[in-house]
């Protein structure tokens, strides 16, 4: 009985992987739309939910380059992979020198060194390698040629999104004044904040920071919010000095501004008169 058991399941299973071989790709790429996002978190969680879903892997690791080390941001395993690794497995190696999917039928494994069956880079359009994915478990009969495939298939798809998120990452970096109303972004004032309390603390300068919070911001027409904000910073910047820095804070109805070299008795001074101008 269970002789014919197991006779049944693997029928069934060489059924779906032969005779279901393109309703399979079909599936597979309705399940790819969940890629369409500039966004790292549902990026990750799309390539957790297509690789164990609809590939079945049970256990992989996506990795990501920073830097010169590989960092683990995201996968699912009994046993965590290490979190990041600047010399990768040898069969990982191997994929990641010459550019392609590789499984452990084509290189004989260390055991020791390797236990992984599948792994595939990241690469971008120009050939630099983003990151790569180890896949270390799946059911024996999933472990054939159709879903070495499909795992290819599927690691160009992640390629091409990891490549479009680092290149809107890079441009929304790029843009540090929000031209509407002529003051920095919120990421470039974190920046120079950084920078700007280092160079205070390394010369024993005085560094001040000011948040100007706007009542009732949600009152405001939607039309009249981006004029009013203008006018705002205009009202700052005629009596700020130009290497004070103006810029978004953590919401709309938020300003924050960061005075250089400038004490407490000198803000203080400062703020009463920006009351009475507004």
Known sequence: EDHIKVLKYTNAELGTAVAGNFSTFSVLYEAAKKLDTRDRGE????????????LRFEAFALYLKTGGVYRRVSGRWT????????????????AVEQRTVLSVRDRPADPAADRLLLAG????????VLGFIEVYDMPFLKFNPNTIKMFEM??????????RIREFEWQKGKNIVDDRIGVYTYEYFSQRLVEEFQRARKYAMPLTIALMVIEDFNDIEFSGKIRFLRTLSS????NLASIDIIAHYRSNDQIAILLIAKGEDEVAAWIEHIREEL
């Open 43 to 54: 990026f990750f969680r799309a390539v957790d939910s297509i690789l164990s879903e609809e």
């Open 79 to 94: 046993a965590p992979p290490p979190d990041s690794v600047t010399d990768p497995r040898p069969l990982t190696r191997a």
């Open 121 to 128: 880079p990241l690469v971008d359009a120009g050939g630099d």
């Open 154 to 163: 599927t690691v160009q798809w992640f390629s091409k999104t990891m490549e």
């Open 235 to 238: 009202v700052l910047k005629n």
